[in-house]
């Protein structure tokens, strides 16, 4: 199936731990993204890549660290885990051009405790 | 920067019945997008309605339509015919034509009777 798929959905973890969430999408789009949902249901952009070049980065700590090998795919990974980080993170997808509509992954539930 | 809001935290209809969903944004661009995601129990992110700005003509899709006002910045999405299914978190969101950030809303519960 064409997809945004990310992996894990569930990552339960002790603070100070480090982790990494990996994204792949098989859409062909040129741009992805990693957003942030909190407890209070709002979403958040974390990072943007596109073709490979950060062009977003907004005002996240910087224990997160984005990595795009190719086009297909994000990965976050996040060093030395904090309870505040305790989210759902969405991972997601969209052609080139502004205007288009993003294509979401599942999500991913950290709970750090 | 552009702000979103959505001022109804939660709302309720009956089956079958029709619903609006209000949401306001603030710009001072003339060339945005504007979009209406639903995100069900299982937390899945689906688009329901993309809108842009400099069509005059409001979109529609199936069950879903907008009222976009521009000069009010309103952007309210109407439900017929509400169905169980619908019950699901909606979230209005703007894009700028010249990038690709997207911009939430808080968010509105919608939960639909039987």
């Known amino acids: 199936d064409t997809a945004v798929s990310q992996t894990p959905k569930y990552l339960v973890t002790q603070m100070g731990n480090d982790k990494s969430i990996k994204c792949e999408q098989n859409?062909?789009?040129?741009?992805m993204y990693w957003y942030k949902q909190d407890s209070k249901k709002f979403l958040k952009i974390m990072f943007s890549?596109?073709?490979?070049?950060?062009?977003i980065n907004e005002t996240v700590p910087n224990r997160f660290s984005p990595k795009s090998p190719d086009k297909a795919h994000l990965n976050l990974h996040i060093n030395s885990l904090e309870l505040g980080d305790s989210a759902v993170y969405f991972c997601?997808?969209?052609?080139?051009?502004?205007?288009?509509?993003?294509?979401f992954g599942n999500g991913t539930r950290l709970t750090v405790t | 920067a552009q702000t979103v809001t959505q001022s109804q935290p939660e709302m309720s209809v009956q089956e079958a019945e029709t619903v609006t969903l209000s949401c306001t944004y603030d710009?001072?661009?003339?060339?945005?997008?504007l979009f209406w995601y639903k995100q069900p129990p299982s937390r899945q992110m689906i688009l329901v309605i993309r809108?842009?700005?400099?069509?005059?003509q409001n979109a529609t899709e199936n069950r879903f339509s907008v009222n976009f006002q521009k000069a009010a910045k309103s952007f309210s999405l109407k439900i017929s015919d509400s169905q169980l299914g619908d019950t699901a978190m909606y979230f209005c969101?703007?894009?700028?034509?010249?990038?690709?950030?997207?911009?939430f809303g808080k968010g509105t519960l919608l939960t639909v009777n039987p």
């Open positions: 859409l062909g789009h040129d741009t």
């Open positions: 890549y596109n073709n490979k070049e950060l062009i």
């Open positions: 969101a703007f894009m700028r034509g010249s990038n690709y950030k997207l911009t």
């Open positions: 710009t001072s661009e003339n060339n945005y997008y």
């Open positions: 809108q842009e700005a400099y069509k005059q």
């Open positions: 997601a997808s969209s052609p080139k051009g502004g205007g288009s509509p993003l294509h």
